[in-house]
């Protein structure tokens, strides 16, 4: 299968957030045993790196640069190769979470792969690049770019937020904080996982108290039910991702 170094943030029935690693002429891919097909939403965030993420079903095979994603649909096998001569780091945000009865269950029962392909078929080949909306349109691997963010002005304070998914199961947004601007208080309905990209971000829970400061690359969890508001608290933008299980 390759190796993955894994360092989980977070794992409940609801939310799942791990960064991955992998050196230089890395990869990951699957087995009869250990088949990398989710019954979940899943979102690949690259923080450092290429990766060439494929689909081994269909043949797909997406390049996703630094600051870019990758969503992936229930039911979707992937692989995953880095490109170029530096490692990769990626951030997962998956809901449901994969560690439930249920989750493993799903998997297991998943018939299995066959032999790879990373060659999509020659409709598209011998049309290309003609065929780039049919391509679109058969997508399973749906490649994001900050561009691509559907963008809103939240709250009384106008903190920028935009979309990279938002289906019946769970929603990721990027938050975006100039110096000193505040998110409205907010009682979450379900469970959520934050990342930081740029940091700080003060956190302010259950009203004034415990007050929480995240810094780039830290990671937290608010259980559903939990008040809360995020703030700038430095001279500079902070930026982080945020998963809500749906």
Known sequence: MGEVADAWYASTDAVHMLVYSLP?????GSTDDVRTVFDADQLYYVLDGTLALANPATGEVRVVETGEAAHVGPGTWTHGVVVGDAPLRVLELVAPGLESEQAVSYTRAQPPL?????VRGNELRRRWPMARRDDNASATIVHLRESDLLWRLDGAERVL???WISTDRSAVDTVRL???QRMDVATLRKETCVFVLDGPVGVLA????????????DGLHLPAGCTHRFHGVSGAEARFLRLTAA
């Open 24 to 28: 230089a002429g890395g990869w990951f």
């Open 114 to 118: 066959g032999h790879p392909t990373y």
């Open 161 to 163: 937020v935009g979309t």
């Open 178 to 180: 100039r110096p000193g």
């Open 206 to 217: 259950e009203g004034e108290q415990p007050r929480l400061e995240l810094h780039a690359r």
